[in-house]
């Protein structure tokens, strides 16, 4: 935005655009996968019992009455919904962000662009966090729909996810170490 012949605003709009392809197939699987569990939800389940048939023990398989397996059916829906809906709120503000992108900052009136560039760079982080929240929700349903075949491979799932998002999100060591492999260091 800051650069007067706008060179680079092609390859911002093409990296946004990049990221709403994203959120859309994302979306679009939430809401898919939504309406498939509906569909499993409403009869098409077929009784309830069938998972019981592979290994009888409840340690093994959980809870499989009617009422449970139809909440374990909702809790897997919920979290597919509240995907989808992080993903659309990630494309509302990509959309935002690559409509403003271009935009001179001489058209602004205000009497310090630089609001503008921190606007646009406020969108731009927000269409963000909602797109990572929208993955949550997908890494999420994981051990969810892990839960349908029992406690052990819930419980075998949930400890993998925390640990994937502990080495993901928390652990600064493995971040420096890739990043020395980049550079070459």
Known sequence: MEEPSGKHAVLAVQTIRNNIMASTLLASTAITLSSLIAVLMSGGSGGGGGAGLLLGAPLVMGATGKAVLSAKF????????????????SIRYYSHT???VNVPLRAHRLRRPGLAVDYVTGTLNRGSYFWSLGVRAFYFSCPVFLWLFGPIPMFAACAAMVSALYFLDVCEDWEEEQWRTRCGQ
């Open 74 to 89: 909702f809790a897997i829906l919920v979290c597919f919904l509240v995907s989808f809906l992080l993903n659309v709120h």
């Open 98 to 100: 690559s409509t403003l």
